[in-house]
């Protein structure tokens, strides 16, 4: 490990009182030794490399925001230069252009563009932390990106510098830091450096250990005593958000949530965008909370939301720091899903990410507001907190065949579920929590082991060439229970009747953590699941199992029929449209659903069909019939089956 040179006085403050004591060599020592040399509360540099990294390293890549390292120190221009496939303005990973608006019956609507690029190449001060970071201790840059040890450095070098900025003394009791820590967190605003620093003191009071993606233990002890004074925030001087608005803000207190407007506007000749006004609940009920990736930067997606000839999404949630803006009331519908059902019935989140980028990772201060802006809204929407209403844009089904190969594949198998799901309150254990499994279930839960579950994939930065092993909650999928058996196929996805592939962007044999399906067959160390009409094999070795037993209903088709369709939206029967509302097609899937095939259950309601054609809200309608759908995880993707077809069964028969 590269020496360590220094421009501030070493001092020593003694043993850290809330780090355990750190094996030799380790990462937990060099947290230790960076505390003491720049007199910062152990627990205090602990609790800030936890809310931006979980304490992991990432082998020195830059996450969305560049930055770097456990200290997650930014350098946005560099990180930029080292990954162009980050670049705005690019094709975005899953060689998408822009996001399609409302399809099929929604034709009409104006058509989307591309991101533009950015206009120049300054960065905001959030994004440049790193530099302040290599004049504080006379480190070289490159260190401070690669070397741990002197990212920690770095790290509790900032935190000293912005105690004594406060005029503040260097205080062994972490409680005297919460302005330096609010301040550490590179917000512009009051409201986003509180939420950071009320979430680095939450870590403290709760205390943490984990092994990192770099194979070292660290830990931090609990200090649930600690109460830091939160009005030091006011000592910063930042400025206020924009709180409220023309439909005000529909955040939870605990996080920093400012609105910023998308524009509703009219263009002439039956055009307008980028959203449609609505009532809902009470119109229609909201049933899914849709996650993204936004596979561009904070700022250039800004930009985007206020074009009105774009398209729109409820929020967009910033990765340094997990600052929210809102964009769309949650009333109103915005256009994010490619999937008309799915818009009007969802709130769709963007995160500032790249799904091909692995190691442009998502911050622990982002997924906790995250976390705590779903729990808020599943609770004002009565919204279960399951991957059946919880679900990414990669599990929103094509609307048509001809629709399903153009769908997005977002946030993708790197997006942490199985971590997500315990920020939710809601891991994904079995019943009883009894793991190892004794004999196989009716039902199982994908429930891999996200850092040491590492599939091969392909396709991140060139079509073919292979992912650098990532961990991941998605397992992959094949026709018998061998490693070599080919992969599971997609019918919709290649109606030519191709190949699944190990392509990042590829969905046609993979299932994801959280999603729940009937058990199909168990053989050795493979378990086998109904999915997309097919029994699909996956490795779920007793030893080290890739999914949990789990307790859901099921359906099958009704006696006497030997297939039932399938669909991706769940819209009513002719007979439901009053004259002045076009009648939708009924269109089912390429797929079918098999006699002795079952498949869990979500939802069960009636068809239901927003006709929103103009930009004058009188002639909106819901329509809603007397046909009854249920929800289904059908493959990677929800789908739809009418209630008529099928019969409902306990797991177990």
């Given at each position: 490990?590269?020496?360590?040179?220094?421009?501030?006085?070493?001092?020593?403050?003694?043993?850290?009182?809330?780090?355990?004591?750190?094996?030799?060599?380790?990462?937990?020592?060099?947290?230790?030794?960076?505390?003491?040399?720049?007199?910062?509360?152990?627990?205090?540099?602990?609790?800030?490399?936890?809310?931006?990294?979980?304490?992991?390293?990432?082998?020195?890549?830059?996450?969305?925001?560049?930055?770097y390292?456990?200290?997650?120190?930014?350098?946005?221009?560099?990180?930029?230069?080292?990954?162009?496939?980050?670049?705005?303005?690019?094709?975005?990973?899953?060689?998408?252009?822009?996001?399609?608006?409302?399809?099929?019956?929604?034709?009409?609507?104006?058509?989307?563009?591309?991101?533009?690029?950015?206009?120049?190449?300054?960065?905001?001060?959030?994004l440049?932390?790193?530099?302040?970071?290599?004049?504080?201790?006379?480190?070289?840059?490159?260190?401070?990106?690669?070397?741990p040890?002197?990212?920690?450095?770095?790290?509790?070098?900032?935190?000293a510098?912005?105690?004594?900025?406060l005029?503040?003394?260097?205080?062994?009791?972490?409680?005297?830091?919460?302005?330096?820590?609010?301040?550490?967190?590179?917000?512009?605003?009051?409201?986003?450096?509180?939420?950071?620093?009320?979430?680095?003191?939450?870590?403290?009071?709760?205390?943490?250990?984990?092994?990192?993606?770099?194979?070292?233990?660290?830990?931090?002890?609990?200090?649930?005593?600690?109460?830091?004074?939160?009005?030091?925030?006011?000592?910063?001087?930042?400025?206020?958000?924009?709180?409220?608005?023309?439909?005000?803000?529909?955040?939870?207190?605990?996080?920093?949530?400012?609105w910023?407007?998308?524009?509703?506007?009219?263009?002439?000749?039956?055009?307008?965008?980028?959203?449609?006004?609505?009532?809902?609940?009470?119109?229609?009920?909201?049933?899914?909370?849709?996650?993204?990736?936004?596979?561009?930067?904070?700022?250039?997606?800004?930009?985007?939301?206020?074009?009105?000839?774009?398209?729109?999404?409820?929020?967009?949630?910033?990765?340094?720091?997990?600052?929210?803006?809102?964009h769309?009331?949650?009333?109103?519908?915005?256009?994010?899903?490619?999937?008309?059902?799915?818009?009007?019935?969802?709130?769709?989140?963007?995160?500032?990410?790249?799904?091909?980028?692995?190691d442009?990772?998502?911050?622990?201060?982002?997924?906790?507001?995250?976390?705590?802006?779903?729990?808020?809204?599943?609770?004002?929407?009565?919204?279960?907190?399951?991957?059946?209403?919880?679900?990414?844009?990669?599990?929103?089904?094509?609307?048509?065949?001809?629709?399903?190969?153009?769908?997005?594949?977002?946030?993708?198998?790197?997006?942490?579920?199985?971590?997500?799901?315990?920020?939710?309150?809601?891991?994904?254990?079995?019943?009883?929590?009894?793991r190892p499994?004794?004999?196989?279930?009716?039902?199982?839960?994908i429930?891999?082991?996200?850092?040491?579950?590492?599939?091969?994939?392909?396709?991140?930065?060139?079509?073919?060439?292979?992912?650098?092993?990532?961990?991941?909650?998605a397992?992959?999928?094949?026709?018998?229970?061998?490693?070599?058996?080919?992969?599971?196929?997609?019918?919709?996805?290649?109606?030519?009747?191709?190949?699944?592939?190990?392509?990042?962007?590829?969905?046609?044999?993979?299932?994801?953590?959280?999603?729940?399906?009937?058990?199909?067959?168990?053989?050795?160390?493979?378990?086998?699941?109904?999915?997309?009409?097919?029994?699909?094999?996956?490795?779920?070795?007793?030893?080290?199992?890739?999914?949990?037993?789990?307790?859901?209903?099921?359906?099958?088709?009704?006696?006497?029929?030997?297939?039932?369709?399938?669909?991706?939206?769940?819209?009513?029967?002719?007979?439901?449209?009053?004259?002045?509302?076009?009648?939708?097609?009924?269109?089912?899937?390429?797929?079918?659903?098999l006699?002795?095939?079952?498949?869990?259950?979500?939802?069960?309601?009636?068809?239901?069909?927003?006709?929103?054609?103009?930009?004058?809200?009188?002639?909106?309608?819901?329509?809603?019939?007397?046909?009854?759908?249920?929800?289904?995880?059908?493959?990677?993707?929800?789908?739809y089956?009418?209630?008529?077809?099928?019969?409902?069964?306990?797991?177990?028969?």
């Amino acid at each position: 490990m590269a020496s360590v040179a220094l421009l501030l006085p070493l001092v020593s403050a003694g043993p850290s009182a809330t780090a355990e004591r750190p094996d030799s060599g380790t990462l937990q020592e060099e947290f230790t030794a960076a505390a003491e040399r720049h007199r910062v509360p152990s627990s205090v540099l602990l609790g800030v490399s936890y809310l931006q990294s979980r304490w992991d390293t990432h082998r020195g890549a830059p996450s969305v925001s560049g930055g770097y390292g456990p200290m997650h120190l930014t350098d946005a221009r560099t990180a930029l230069a080292e990954a162009p496939h980050h670049a705005d303005g690019a094709e975005d990973a899953r060689g998408d252009t822009s996001r399609p608006p409302k399809t099929g019956e929604e034709a009409g609507k104006r058509a989307v563009r591309a991101a533009a690029p950015p206009a120049g190449n300054t960065f905001p001060a959030r994004l440049r932390t790193l530099d302040r970071a290599a004049a504080l201790t006379g480190l070289p840059a490159r260190a401070l990106r690669e070397n741990p040890a002197a990212n920690i450095e770095g790290g509790a070098a900032l935190l000293a510098a912005a105690q004594r900025e406060l005029k503040r003394p260097p205080s062994p009791d972490p409680a005297d830091w919460y302005a330096a820590v609010a301040r550490f967190s590179g917000a512009d605003d009051a409201a986003t450096a509180t939420a950071y620093a009320d979430d680095v003191y939450a870590v403290i009071r709760k205390g943490e250990r984990r092994t990192t993606d770099s194979g070292q233990r660290v830990a931090l002890r609990a200090e649930p005593g600690v109460a830091p004074d939160r009005a030091e925030v006011a000592r910063l001087g930042l400025r206020r958000t924009a709180g409220s608005g023309p439909g005000s803000t529909e955040c939870p207190r605990t996080v920093a949530c400012e609105w910023v407007p998308a524009p509703y506007e009219e263009f002439g000749d039956g055009d307008y965008g980028n959203h449609d006004k609505a009532d809902r609940p009470a119109s229609q009920s909201v049933r899914y909370i849709v996650i993204h990736d936004t596979e561009g930067s904070w700022d250039t997606t800004l930009k985007l939301i206020k074009d009105p000839t774009y398209v729109s999404w409820h929020y967009t949630l910033r990765s340094s720091d997990g600052h929210i803006a809102q964009h769309v009331a949650g009333q109103d519908v915005a256009w994010h899903a490619g999937n008309w059902y799915v818009n009007s019935k969802s709130i769709g989140l963007e995160h500032e990410g790249f799904l091909a980028a692995p190691d442009a990772w998502y911050t622990e201060a982002m997924y906790r507001t995250s976390a705590r802006l779903v729990r808020y809204l599943a609770q004002r929407y009565g919204i279960p907190l399951d991957r059946r209403h919880i679900i990414g844009h990669d599990n929103v089904p094509g609307t048509t065949a001809a629709s399903i190969p153009g769908m997005h594949t977002d946030p993708g198998p790197y997006w942490d579920w199985a971590h997500y799901f315990e920020l939710l309150g809601k891991p994904f254990e079995a019943p009883g929590h009894a793991r190892p499994r004794k004999a196989a279930p009716a039902v199982v839960t994908i429930r891999p082991d996200y850092p040491a579950h590492k599939p091969p994939y392909t396709g991140c930065e060139k079509a073919g060439q292979a992912c650098a092993p990532h961990g991941s909650g998605a397992v992959r999928l094949h026709t018998a229970p061998d490693e070599n058996a080919p992969l599971v196929k997609d019918v919709g996805l290649r109606p030519g009747g191709g190949d699944s592939t190990t392509d990042v962007n590829d969905l046609g044999a993979r299932a994801s953590t959280g999603q729940s399906y009937a058990v199909a067959g168990r053989r050795g160390d493979w378990t086998a699941i109904w999915y997309l009409g097919q029994k699909a094999w996956f490795h779920d070795p007793r030893s080290a199992p890739t999914a949990v037993a789990s307790r859901a209903r099921v359906l099958t088709p009704k006696a006497g029929l030997a297939e039932v369709p399938v669909y991706g939206r769940a819209y009513p029967e002719a007979a439901a449209y009053p004259p002045d509302v076009p009648v939708q097609t009924v269109s089912p899937l390429p797929y079918k659903l098999l006699a002795g095939q079952r498949y869990v259950v979500g939802d069960r309601g009636p068809g239901e069909y927003l006709y929103a054609p103009t930009f004058d809200i009188a002639r909106h309608r819901v329509v809603r019939g007397e046909e009854l759908y249920y929800e289904i995880q059908f493959g990677h993707r929800i789908a739809y089956v009418k209630a008529a077809d099928v019969e409902v069964r306990s797991a177990g028969r």
